[in-house]
C-alpha cells in the first residue's frame, strides 16, 4: 500500500443533530453539509460533513445519528485507511476483534467495514475498492 496517513476519515455520534449541529456551526464559525447516502442504504443514518477537501493534508469527518450508536464516551469513529477493507476486516478476528459489519459500498465514497478492536473500541476501515 501506498504511504498514506493512516487515519482518514472520522465521526462524531449525536443524539440530537439539530443541537449538534447548531453547536460545531457556532463554535467553528462554519456551514456543515449534509451528506446523501447511497441508495437503499436508508437505515436512519443521518450525516453532516464538516468543511474539507478530500485532496488536501488531514483528515475530515462528520456528524451522525444513527438508531444504536450513541453520542458521549465512546460516540467518536476512527477511519483507518486500507487498500481494500474487506481483506483487512478478514485479518480482525484472528487479532483478537470483531467484525460489526461486514465490507460495505457506501457509493462514491468507497466501502467500509466497521469492527471492534481487542479493547472493544470500535473502528472503522475504509478502501476505495
Not at 449541529?21 to 447516502?37: G, H, P, S, T
Not at 487479532?95 to 457506501?106: D, F, Q
Request: proline fraction near 4%; hydrophobic fraction near 40%; aromatic fraction near 10%.
Amino acid at each position: 500500500m501506498a504511504e498514506v496517513n493512516s487515519v482518514n476519515w472520522f465521526e462524531i455520534y449525536v443524539q440530537d443533530m439539530a443541537r449538534a449541529r447548531a453547536f460545531y456551526e457556532a463554535v467553528f464559525d462554519i456551514a456543515l453539509e449534509a451528506l446523501k447516502l447511497p441508495d437503499g442504504q436508508d437505515d436512519g443514518l443521518e450525516m453532516w460533513s464538516f468543511p474539507g477537501d478530500m485532496d488536501r493534508y488531514g483528515a475530515n469527518g462528520a456528524l451522525c445519528h444513527m438508531p444504536g450508536a450513541p453520542s458521549g464516551p465512546g460516540g467518536s469513529l476512527v477511519y483507518f485507511a486500507c487498500e481494500d477493507c474487506g481483506a483487512t476486516g478478514d485479518r480482525v478476528a484472528a487479532a483478537g476483534g470483531r467484525v460489526h459489519r461486514g465490507k460495505m459500498s457506501i457509493g462514491e465514497y468507497g466501502f467500509i467495514v466497521l469492527a471492534f478492536d481487542s479493547e472493544g473500541n470500535m473502528i472503522g476501515l475504509h478502501s476505495m475498492q
